[in-house]
């Protein structure tokens, strides 16, 4: 069981920046990939950007404004936000998946951390 926990959202300005974290503990070693999605309040929860052995993925909507890292060491990983965008606001969720004893990969949720882009 892996548990997750975000920090980093609050309000900002468009065109301003923000960078979440999401700690992890418990089963890490066999954490596979860790990402983010968020849900916007009537629509359903999406993918914002994902990594995994190296390699990242990025939903369409913020490619270029986007980044996320991973530093293993720590069993962080983060999301820098730039040029963020009214459209940005939403509930932001990290997420982590996670091989159990028996070969299965789990998911697993963090609380979510608001992020509001209003001026």
């Known amino acids: 069981q892996v548990q997750l926990v975000e920090s980093g959202g609050g309000l900002v300005q468009p065109g301003g920046s923000l960078r979440l974290s999401c700690a992890a503990s418990?089963?890490?070693?066999?954490?596979?990939?860790m990402g983010w999605y968020r849900q916007a309040p009537g629509k359903q929860r999406e993918l914002v950007a994902i990594?995994?052995?190296?390699?990242?993925s990025y939903a369409d909507s913020v490619k270029g404004r986007f980044t996320i890292s991973r530093d293993n060491a720590k069993n962080t990983v983060y999301l820098q936000m730039n040029s963020l965008k009214p459209e940005d606001t939403a509930v932001y969720y990290c997420?982590?998946?996670?091989?159990?004893?028996?070969?299965?990969?789990?998911?697993?949720w963090g609380q979510g951390t608001q992020v509001t882009v209003s001026s």
């Open positions: 990594t995994s052995g190296g390699r990242t």
């Open positions: 997420y982590a998946d996670s091989f159990d004893p028996r070969g299965v990969l789990i998911g697993s």
């Open positions: 418990g089963s890490i070693f066999s954490i596979n990939a």
